[in-house]
């Protein structure tokens, strides 16, 4: 999925990063750093210290656009080439990615709402 996320991406001028794919997007409270308890697949997470709820995708959301924030970088990719009869002409099977020039290349990163709330990236001890 990445190869074909980066190629779209790169095409509407937006830069794209990634996250190690084991930090811990979903363990740990955005707001205070507090590790977050609860069943493992549990839609809602309790922080161990703060006692807040949160919703367990959109904390991991949050702390993973404020490690790409923090690590920003481009992703090397390539569209895959997959020969076959399935709905392509011949102008698909000559082992070529035809890429479309790219009118805006500013390498613009997706802003944040403002006044949304920032995850303390140092208070995850453990993982900086």
Do not use: W
Not at 2 to 9: A, E, F, N, S, W
Not at 19 to 31: A, E, I, N, Y
């Amino acid at each position: 999925m990445r190869p074909t996320l980066t190629y779209k991406v790169e095409r509407a001028g937006i830069q794209v990063g990634t996250v190690d794919r084991f930090f811990p997007s979903s363990r740990f409270h955005h707001g205070c750093g507090g590790r977050l308890i609860g069943a493992r697949l549990a839609k809602r997470l309790t922080c161990k210290q703060c006692f807040s709820e949160v919703d367990r995708d959109e904390n991991a959301a949050t702390n993973i656009r404020d490690r790409l924030d923090t690590n920003p970088g481009p992703v090397e990719a390539s569209v895959l080439f997959v020969p076959g009869p399935f709905g392509t002409d011949d102008s698909s099977d000559d082992g070529l990615t035809h890429h479309p020039q790219r009118a805006d290349q500013s390498g613009a990163y997706a802003l944040a709402t403002l006044g949304e709330e920032r995850t303390d990236l140092s208070r995850l001890t453990h993982y900086a």
